[in-house]
């Protein structure tokens, strides 16, 4: 038995709002505005974004004031493309930089105004960049570091013990007394002194 008309109907129309549900939250989830807001396009390079994604936010003080556009390689930096909205103002002596939410949480970029008087204006370049923390690099460091100094520790214990003796005996070998110089007369090491007063 075939379905009416009016309930084929009524079942394409729940399914095309279904699609357009599901349309509307990967949109949402992917961070991508189909219509987005005013505003306009600044670029900055840096050497790390460890992370760092397009549809991540743009934060001055906190406050959201837009987002990466785009990311891509040139001369061998980082560059991104940042949608500012529209009515932020940035001058040209501010700071980029790449900072995470909480201590693992997602990357974000964050501007820091300056003192500069000209205001950026729609495809300019903030010049002032900090790149992203890594933490792997950061323990590599502080693990070399550590083993450098162990190294240099034990070095130094080495020629601390090899100095005990006299300059010019072997390490680990005491220096001998002084013996007495034979008495050119006798021939003998008695001191001539002393024969002399026990004639």
């Known amino acids: 038995m075939y379905a009416s008309r009016t309930t084929q109907f009524i079942v394409g129309i729940f399914g095309i709002l279904g699609i357009l549900a599901l349309a509307i939250l990967s949109f949402r989830l ?12 600044l ?8 992370g760092l994604k397009p549809g991540d936010e743009v934060e001055i003080a906190g406050v959201h004031v837009g987002r990466v556009q785009s990311i891509e390689l040139k001369d061998e930096r980082a560059r991104l493309a940042m949608r500012i909205d529209d009515g932020v103002q940035i001058d040209n002596d501010a700071i980029a930089s790449i900072l995470t939410s909480g201590l693992i949480g997602s990357k974000y970029v964050s501007i820091a105004p300056g003192p500069g008087e000209k205001i950026l204006a729609n495809g300019d370049t903030i010049r002032q960049t900090q790149s992203a923390f890594v933490i792997e690099n950061a323990i590599g460091q502080l693990i070399n570091n550590a083993g450098s100094s162990s190294a240099g520790a ?3 214990a080495g020629a601390s013990s090899g100095g005990a003796g006299d300059i010019g005996a072997p390490p680990g070998t ?6 007495a110089a034979p008495c050119p007369p006798c021939g003998t090491e008695k001191s001539h002194s002393a024969s002399t007063a026990k004639k």
């Open 30 to 41: 992917g961070q991508i505005s189909i219509f987005p807001p005013p505003g306009y396009t």
């Open 43 to 50: 670029y900055a390079s840096f050497d790390n974004i460890a």
């Open 154 to 156: 034990s070095g130094g």
């Open 174 to 179: 005491a220096s001998a007394a002084p013996k």
